[in-house]
């Protein structure tokens, strides 16, 4: 006990200390009542300059210190809402976007919010032309012609594209976290060499978000402070510190010690170990990733379409989800996760090795047949792909494993070099066209493409009728029409496509029981603080 007592002292002193400015020392104490201490794996994170920042743990960041000109609503998830701007409109020839700047907004500088800012912000994205830049070049802006088709006057910033696309797409694709108004003054104020200030936002905030950014260790911590008078209501809790912690064990320590708050990195295992306690709940709700099984239509038997069907009805789907993935994943057979427009959750496919057998009889392939699956080094898929070993062989398929790194994997991948591959994706941004494009569009099947970021290419897929049916469905200016749209794409693709579609990823949330009002974000969006209450 005395041990214990002393451990959180310790701790107490950490937290003051990096509070402070200084770095962290031991394990925390129990959390002060105005902050959020939340642990995950952070260290993926290249960026947090909102206009380069890809990864997850970035645009968390990023969700909480800027805001866009259309935002998503954290308690309706997909829900477009009114952002930095008040309203917005789409002119007839399709084309022509104007968006109208809410009033008296004002950076964490002091600095008001102008639509100049935000004609800039949204140029200085294709200006850079970091990874996510492509969110906003595919409506045709390149850096010669940005100045010309995103322009500001008076209170209005106007935004043309080069077609009529669906303005659901236009608008859910400025949601993104590439989408962040940035203070110009201040950014540019921090320009070195023509970065436009990139190197001093890596490491800095200049957004109008609930919280600013005081402290930032990569790999390590950072610290988020709340502003007054933010436009969607001043955050409940006054900072929220972020600790690298990627260990499931450690997370699960600190959690029922009470020195953290919030876990997002607890694992199936320490869940089931924590059930009981009392002061600890877990939260479930569906993330964006899929998990997949892909044929190189280079070879001719994956080619095939009844060898195809024949693997989709081998695959314990329910087996693999109630015992090793048991909340970790759930069922799902479409190419959009569940809560995109246009998402289906029909599951057609469950384990029948009879219907299997007999569509490989009917396919004319030599049986046994033999072939390699890549997958990558990691516990939950290496499970995976010895349940598909085993039942596939039951079938009358001889799968050999090739497990290995996934840089490895994954340059294989690109390569076109596999023959089957166990993959997951998540969408880029949230719009049904992020994954529809990926895993449909293939323009140019040679091995001299340059759509090697396509999942279709990489698995030399013709995806036919499907590739004129997706790229009518970005254009559908109607909703409803376009969501109907998708539906047909996908029972199509899943039916007859190179991929066989597995699962969706759950997000588990571990947190005391006294915090409420967390929202991951679910498939759409990214983490809100500003919004959690203990």
């Not at 940005?146 to 400025?174: H, R, W």
């Not at 200030?197 to 610290?223: F, M």
């Not at 190189?296 to 693999?320: C, F, H, S, T």
């Amino acid at each position: 006990m005395k041990f214990d007592l002393t451990l959180r002292r310790a701790g107490a002193l950490a937290l003051a200390s990096f509070l402070a400015g200084t770095a962290p020392a031991a394990l925390m104490a129990q959390t002060p009542a105005d902050t959020l201490v939340i642990a995950d794996a952070i260290d993926d994170i290249v960026s947090i300059d909102p206009h380069e920042a890809f990864e997850f743990s970035g645009t968390d960041l990023i969700n909480n210190t800027y805001d866009t000109l259309v935002e998503l609503d954290p308690t309706k998830p997909g829900e477009l809402v009114p952002g930095l701007a008040e309203s917005w409109d789409v002119a007839e020839d399709g084309v022509t976007y104007t968006f109208k700047m809410r009033p008296g907004v004002t950076f964490a500088s002091g600095n008001p919010v102008r639509a100049e800012d935000a004609a800039f912000s949204l140029q200085r994205v294709v200006k850079l032309n970091k990874t996510p830049a492509f969110i906003l070049t595919q409506f045709g802006f390149t850096p010669e012609n940005v100045e010309e088709m995103i322009t500001f006057d008076g209170d209005t910033v106007t935004f043309k594209t080069d077609q009529p696309y669906a303005p659901s797409f236009v608008y859910n694709c400025l949601t993104a976290a590439v989408g962040a108004i940035v203070d110009k003054e201040t950014v540019m104020a921090n320009e070195a060499n023509g970065d436009m200030g990139n190197e001093w936002l890596k490491s800095n905030t200049a957004g109008t978000g609930a919280y600013v950014l005081r402290s930032y260790k990569p790999s390590d911590s950072y610290i988020l402070e709340a502003r007054e008078g933010y436009w969607r209501g001043d955050a409940k809790l006054k900072r929220v510190f972020m600790r690298h912690i990627p260990e499931g064990a450690t997370n699960r320590l600190l959690l029922e010690r009470g020195d953290i708050d919030i876990s997002r990195e607890v694992t199936s295992v320490d869940i089931e170990g924590m059930e009981g306690n009392a002061d600890i709940r877990v939260d479930t709700d569906l993330a964006g990733y899929i998990y997949y099984i892909s044929a190189n239509q280079k070879n001719e038997a994956l080619a095939n379409p009844k060898v195809l069907e024949a693997m989709r009805w081998a695959i314990d789907y329910q087996g693999m989800t109630e015992s090793f993935l048991k909340g970790e994943q759930t069922v799902h057979q479409a190419f959009l996760p569940r809560g995109y427009l246009g998402s289906i959750e029909e599951t057609p496919y469950s384990l029948d090795i009879e219907k299997a057998k007999a569509l490989l009889a009917e396919s004319g392939v030599d049986l046994p047949l033999n072939i390699k699956m890549s997958v990558r080094n990691s516990q939950n898929r290496t499970d995976m792909a010895q349940s598909v070993q085993n039942t596939f062989a039951q079938a009358g398929i001889n799968l050999t494993l090739s497990i290995g790194e996934g840089a490895e994997v994954l340059g294989e991948y690109r390569a076109r070099q596999h023959d089957l591959t166990l993959q997951s994706w998540g969408p880029d941004y949230p719009d049904p066209h992020t994954n529809a494009s990926t895993f449909v569009i293939n323009g140019d099947n040679s091995d001299e493409s340059q759509l090697t970021g396509s999942l279709a290419w990489r698995n030399a897929y013709d995806p036919g009728e499907l590739m004129t049916m997706t790229e009518a469905a970005v254009m559908e200016r109607d909703t409803d029409t376009r969501r109907a749209m998708y539906e047909d794409i996908q029972r199509k693709h899943r039916d007859t496509s190179a991929f066989i579609m597995m699962f969706q990823e759950n997000n588990r949330t571990a947190m005391r029981t006294n915090v409420s009002n967390f929202y991951t974000g679910g498939t759409v969006d990214s983490v809100t603080y500003w919004l959690v209450e203990k």
